[in-house]
């Protein structure tokens, strides 16, 4: 069994920064790619930050400028640094992954979900 948790979903002013974290554990063979994801009250799950196992990233335009996605191999890691914060980024942020096991088995894991409040 393999399982994310998020940590660093935080009330933030805007304009400010906050770096979310995201580790997983259990019976890793490999992860191939991981991700974050948002979702705000009423609105679809979105993707915010892709980044491969070769350290390929992309991003929607939406946060392109101001998000950092990196991620760190041997802990099995994923981090999302946001700056420049605004009130639109205000939601629950999600950490995805897609996960081999030592039984070779593949995963698409789902974190818990941490939330992210820009607000004044």
């Known amino acids: 069994q393999v399982q994310l948790v998020e940590s660093g979903g935080a009330l933030v002013q805007p304009g400010g920064s906050l770096r979310l974290s995201c580790a997983a554990s259990?019976?890793?063979?490999?992860?191939?790619?991981m991700g974050w994801y948002r979702q705000a009250p009423g609105k679809q799950r979105e993707v915010v930050a892709q980044?491969?196992?070769?350290?390929?990233?992309d991003y929607p335009d939406s946060v392109k400028g101001r998000f950092t996605i990196s991620r760190d191999n041997p802990k099995n890691t994923v981090y999302l640094q946001m700056n420049s914060l605004k009130p639109e980024d205000t939601a629950v942020y999600y950490c995805?992954?897609?996960?081999?096991?030592?039984?070779?088995?593949?995963?698409?894991?789902w974190g818990q979900g941490t939330q992210v409040t820009v607000s004044s």
């Open positions: 980044i491969t196992s070769g350290g390929s990233t």
């Open positions: 995805n992954a897609l996960i081999a096991t030592m039984n070779f088995q593949e995963y698409d894991v």
């Open positions: 259990g019976s890793i063979f490999s992860i191939n790619v």
